[in-house]
């Protein structure tokens, strides 16, 4: 079992930044392919970006195509969600989460979640 945290979440206006980080612990010695979900107020949780364990391939959700960049560093445990361009719509809880590559590049989630991490943008 592996543990995460997420950080970097906020309150920023409309237009602007942030970027997340997830923090991997536990059984990393084997890396993990891994993502980002979010859920918003009244709505069921959705995808927004993979990386394979190698961090070769990435896969996003076409409302975020262009404005997010998922990257990882495997010797840090870490992966990233560099969010541009914000809009309110992306207001939501950001999950991390690590699993098996083939459900991850397929827009799935499994294995373990982070407890999540507020992103909220003003308009």
């Known amino acids: 079992q592996v543990q995460l945290v997420e950080s970097g979440g906020g309150l920023v206006q409309a237009g602007g930044s942030l970027r997340l980080s997830c923090v991997a612990s536990?059984?990393?010695?084997?890396?993990?392919?891994m993502g980002w979900f979010r859920q918003a107020p009244g709505k069921e949780r959705e995808f927004v970006a993979s990386?394979?364990?190698?961090?070769?391939?990435?896969r996003y959700a076409d409302y975020v195509k262009g404005r997010f960049t998922i990257s990882k560093e495997n010797a840090k445990n870490t992966v990233y969600l560099q969010m541009n361009s914000l809009q309110p719509e992306d207001t939501a809880v950001y999950y991390c989460?690590?699993?098996?590559?083939?459900?991850?590049?397929?827009?799935?989630?499994?294995?373990?979640w982070g407890q999540g991490t507020q992103v909220t943008v003003s308009s």
């Open positions: 989460n690590a699993g098996a590559e083939s459900d991850l590049l397929g827009a799935r989630g499994s294995g373990s």
């Open positions: 536990g059984r990393t010695f084997i890396p993990y392919a």
């Open positions: 990386i394979s364990r190698s961090g070769a391939r990435t």
